[in-house]
C-alpha cells in the first residue's frame, strides 16, 4: 500500500521560510516523478513544483519560481520542498503526489497517489 505522508508545515511570518517534507513507502519511488500542490480556502488545487523520475528535471509555477527550491533523495525515499520569502498569499495546505511517467507534470490529474498534506500559514 502506497503512503507518503507529509511533514514541516507551520506558521511563519512573512519573508520566512520553511522546508516540508514528503517520505514514501509502498512504491518504487525512482520510478515516480514527484510533485507538490496546494489548496488555499475557498481555491482549486494548484500546482506548485515536480521532480521527474528521470533527468532530474524539476518544474515550477510561476507563482514560486526563485523562491522554491523541489528535490528529491531516492536513497530516503524523500522529496522536498524548500520554501523562501515565503508570502502570505502562499498559506495553503501543501500535498506532495507520485506520478508514473507523467505527461504534463503541472496537471494533478497525473498523479496516482497523494499525501493528506500539511498545513503551510504566513503571516504578514
Known amino acids: 500500500q502506497v503512503q507518503l505522508v507529509e511533514s514541516g508545515g507551520g506558521l511563519v511570518q512573512a519573508g520566512g521560510s520553511l522546508r516540508l517534507s514528503c517520505a514514501a513507502s509502498g512504491l518504487t519511488f525512482s520510478d515516480y516523478a514527484m510533485g507538490w500542490f496546494r489548496q488555499a480556502p475557498g481555491k482549486e488545487r494548484e500546482f506548485v513544483a515536480a521532480f521527474s523520475w528521470i533527468g532530474g528535471i524539476t518544474h515550477y509555477a510561476d507563482s514560486v519560481k526563485g523562491r522554491f527550491v523541489i528535490s528529491r533523495d531516492n536513497a530516503k525515499n524523500t522529496v522536498y520542498l524548500q520554501m523562501n520569502s515565503l508570502e502570505p498569499e502562499d498559506t495553503a495546505v501543501y500535498f506532495c503526489?507520485?506520478?508514473?511517467?507523467?505527461?504534463?507534470?503541472?496537471?494533478?490529474?497525473?498523479?496516482?497517489?497523494w499525501g493528506q498534506g500539511t498545513q503551510v500559514t504566513v503571516s504578514s
Open positions: 503526489a507520485a506520478a508514473g511517467y507523467p505527461d504534463d507534470y503541472d496537471d494533478a490529474y497525473e498523479y496516482d497517489h
